[in-house]
């Protein structure tokens, strides 16, 4: 069974060992500050091998039989099935996930894996004519070769597999940097599933250390060729242009200021329920998280008064507890920045319809009214249970409203005119939306993926296994070919 005694380690060329850092780390737990785990943190040196070793062990993997790599895929699959238990215990454990995160965060994962398990099988190329007489025209689809991937905290389970699964299952090597406050279950854990899985040993990596400890050398690396990165876009903004100088491919999913519409025609109550889902699910920590609510106003003191009243019931606390459905922040740090955000809004004017207390990492809900599109709460992305209650006048001002953000990730739009919410959707600055649902959504087989700050790239389905693939072309000259001189 999983466990944080034997997942705290580095996994480096199919050995778990420790780092070469002389950086001692400490993984906690968020709610109640108990450390789970303590662990030499690795050095560049460390980077190095763990590329070396990919690097050697991608070649082999790139020609086993794309049934043997199916296999394992779905191998993986059974593994998680058979610890499902053990999983969620430490979701909830070091990153604070409730049980019903713990509970969504796997069913993720073990739908994306099912979708990229037919990769190794649909790596086809192409024959294609030529202008010139008696040529062919080969146009095969290869690996990259080696990914380096770097993960976040707020759904590290699923965030590192979003990209470590589908390279893997296209025929690279990989290499994760998981962060630093979720190394199990955003890196370790994962390798061990793998392992367990049969996965060819040195094929993944998993390297647990702190920036301040190896600076940009995990991305400035020689052998990644691509690079995989999510969490903010002031980190992915430095990663991309670090990966640019170094003529690496990038793909980037970073932050989002993501509204959820609410129109006149709307179903109140089920616009409440997506609206309460879309801001409080994992504490509002996640990405896709309906910051701003923006309601039309002949309909905004009945959704206001629903709103309040489903929020004023949710349970707050031990993750632990079945009932608890916000639990913590994942640190200090993140409370801190939070509270900061809660006291700028009332300076400005926002009106707390409710405002929770602050328990230790544990922020309990608050609720903005009078808020307007120039505020800061209305601008920034909030990585916590706080949400920002915007009142307008007309489809127009709805779309200027949302479209008034550095952000563009996701959305939803709620009306009983399908037609309207399609319209809609079209003229918003934003990569996803969805009508009559939440803004938190994510399935294997369509494309994931932001507009502006938000990131770079698709992930998910063919969009995957593009990102993870280039394309070859080889062409082969039948007839004797005459050239102009020689």
Not at 40 to 58: G, L, V
Not at 137 to 166: H, Q, T, W
Not at 397 to 408: A, F, H, K, P
Request: hydrophobic letters at 40%; one cysteine or more; charged letters at 20%.
């Amino acid at each position: 069974m999983f466990n944080f005694q034997n997942l705290h380690s580095q996994y480096i060329d199919g050995i778990w060992r420790e780092g070469d850092s002389s950086l001692q780390m400490e993984n906690k737990n968020p709610f109640n500050g108990e450390t789970l785990a303590s662990y030499q943190a690795a050095n560049i040196k460390d980077i190095d091998r763990a590329y070396q070793a990919t690097k050697k062990a991608q070649k082999d993997w790139e020609v086993i039989s794309p049934t043997v790599q199916r296999e394992i895929l779905e191998k993986v699959v059974y593994v998680i099935e058979e610890n499902h238990e053990a999983i969620a215990q430490i979701i909830t454990k070091e990153i604070g996930g409730t049980r019903l995160k713990a509970e969504f965060e796997i069913g993720l994962v073990k739908n994306m894996l099912k979708e990229v398990a037919t990769f190794p099988l649909r790596m086809e190329g192409k024959i294609l004519p030529s202008v010139t007489e008696g040529k062919e025209n080969r146009v095969y689809r290869v690996p990259v070769g080696v990914v380096g991937v770097i993960s976040p905290f707020n759904f590290p389970f699923f965030l590192s597999m979003k990209s470590v699964a589908p390279a893997l299952a296209a025929g690279n090597g990989v290499v994760l940097k998981p962060h630093e406050h979720t190394v199990i279950t955003g890196g370790t854990m994962i390798a061990k599933i793998f392992e367990e899985a049969g996965l060819p040993k040195g094929l993944l990596n998993v390297v647990t250390t702190e920036i301040s400890e190896i600076g940009d050398a995990f991305v400035e690396h020689p052998i990644p060729k691509s690079i995989s990165f999510t969490g903010s876009t002031q980190v992915g903004r430095h990663i991309g242009s670090v990966a640019g100088r170094h003529l690496k491919e990038v793909h980037l999913e970073l932050g989002g200021n993501s509204a959820l519409i609410v129109l006149d025609d709307a179903d109140i109550d089920l616009a409440v329920s997506a609206a309460v889902f879309s801001r409080f699910t994992h504490q509002g920590q996640i990405c896709m998280s309906a910051n701003r609510i923006i309601i039309h106003e002949t309909i905004y003191d009945n959704f206001v008064e629903k709103f309040l009243a489903k929020v004023s019931e949710l349970t707050c606390g031990d993750p632990s507890d079945e009932k608890t459905i916000i639990g913590p922040l994942i640190n200090e740090k993140q409370v801190e920045t939070t509270s900061k955000l809660i006291e700028a809004g009332i300076n400005e004017g926002a009106n707390p319809l409710i405002k929770g207390e602050i328990r230790g990492n544990v922020v309990e809900p608050v609720v903005f009214g009078n808020v307007t599109k120039n505020m800061k709460i209305a601008k920034e992305e909030i990585f916590a249970p706080v949400v920002s209650l915007i009142k307008a006048a007309s489809d127009q001002e709805i779309i200027e409203i949302v479209n008034d953000t550095t952000y563009g990730l996701s959305g939803a739009v709620h009306t009983e005119n399908i037609e309207r919410g399609a319209q809609l959707a079209k003229q918003m600055e934003t990569g996803m939306i969805h009508i009559n649902d939440g803004t938190i959504n994510d399935e294997p087989n369509v494309a994931f993926g932001g507009m502006k700050n938000s990131g770079v790239g698709r992930l998910n389905g063919e969009w995957s296994l593009d990102a993870f693939t280039t394309t070859k072309w080889i062409s082969i000259q039948h007839n004797r070919k005459q050239f102009p001189y020689s």
